[in-house]
């Protein structure tokens, strides 16, 4: 089984965000909690990804992280009172989460830019032609 993309949670953060910005908490907390179930489900395949062995940490640790933000939101959201405007920590936990989905695109927009420095080749002065007048000798005086 294989999950499609992170795009879902994603886009769920980010409308949960959106209408926390519009001052619309029920909505930003609903929208966050139906993030939460498509958040742990990248997590699941990222950290299966990586422990299968494909190069899939960096995912896996922001998934991770990403639905660590998206439960403390929900969890600091659900237990402001009523009528009042929701604490500041959650708004801060679901751009923190936004944040966390954003680390491997921009490590992937960031990944040509790496910059290896090599050795430059070291240069050798020219060995002098010095031609040896040798006698030719034969091969059986050698040998002998």
Known sequence: MH?????LPLGLATA???AAAADLGGLALWLAVLA???AAAVAFVAISDALEGRAA??????STLALVFLVVGCAVRSNAAVGT???PLATWALLAALFA????TI????EPMKVTRTKPA?????????ELELEPVEVFERAA
């Open 3 to 7: 999950v499609g993309s992170r795009l």
């Open 85 to 87: 405007a929701a604490p």
């Open 16 to 18: 949960a965000f959106a």
């Open 101 to 104: 989905y954003s680390v491997p």
């Open 122 to 130: 070291r240069r050798r002065r020219p060995r002098p032609n010095v």
């Open 107 to 110: 490590a992937w927009l960031l």
């Open 36 to 38: 939460i179930p498509a």
């Open 57 to 62: 940490f960096l995912p896996a640790a922001t």
